[in-house]
């Protein structure tokens, strides 16, 4: 079966424009999160989504980020107005249940905000 | 303070040998997990072996165990027979039950560089 993916892979933007990201989770997966994980630095949580409900935010490091999963599928981070911080790998991971203990991950997205 | 720390940033071993890599944590939860994962070079996090705080024996998958002392707040990741193909980030994470939202916290992560 398919894994979690995520597009686009990589994503280059000039400081200012606002970015999306795309996350689909295994088919089924209750749980869904974002980390961000800066070059050679361990992933840091970003959002937690339980189907549609987004429950935790609170590793969003600025109110240009903004997450959502409308239907409790699919998910998007959106970043807006983009500063060169904010260039980093932004890993999805999905989990089966709401204690299920094993995350499934993504490939990533790689930003570059020149 | 940290709640995961790996205190080595690159490891080599060489191929065939067994190598630990160390991961401490920190929380006052008593009831967490502790989970390992791998990371090549194409970037995608592979689940390797998880250990829950209330599980009696080192959990253990295939090459892959985890010599978990509670006491020392420990979990140590042992690769045994290493392949060349083992060369890659590796990060010990926590999931404290305390935490509504699940999430994993992670450590800075071994590199680790098996010769042959």
Redesign the interface.
């Known amino acids: 079966g398919a894994g979690v993916s995520q597009s686009p892979r990589y994503k280059v933007a000039k400081r200012g424009q606002d970015v999306a990201l795309r996350c689909d989770p295994i088919s089924g997966h209750v749980s869904l999160f974002w980390y961000q994980q800066a070059l050679g630095q361990g992933p840091e949580f970003l959002t937690y989504f339980q189907n549609e409900a987004q429950l935790d935010k609170s590793g969003l490091p600025s109110d240009r980020f903004f997450a959502e999963r409308p239907e409790g599928s699919v998910s998007t981070l959106k970043i807006q107005r983009t500063q060169q911080e904010d260039s980093a790998v932004y890993l999805c991971a999905s989990s089966l249940s709401i204690w299920g203990y094993e995350q499934f991950f993504g490939p990533g997205t790689r930003l570059t905000v020149l | 303070a940290q709640k ?1 720390t790996q205190t080595q940033p690159g490891m080599f071993v060489q191929e065939k040998e067994a190598v630990t890599l160390d991961c401490t944590y920190d929380t006052s939860d008593p009831s967490y ?1 502790l ?1 390992w ?1 791998k990371q090549p070079s ?6 390797l072996i ?1 250990q ?1 705080s209330y599980d009696q024996q080192n959990a253990t998958e295939g090459r892959y165990s985890l010599n978990f002392q509670k006491a020392r707040k420990s979990a140590n990741l042992v690769i045994s027979a290493s392949q060349l193909g083992d060369s890659a980030m590796y ?1 010990c ?1 926590m ?1 404290e039950a305390n935490n ?10 071994t590199r680790l560089m098996v010769k042959p």
């Open positions: 995961i997990g989970f994962y194409s970037g995608e996090m592979i689940f998880y829950g990060f994470a999931r509504a939202g699940n999430m994993l916290t992670f450590g800075g992560g």
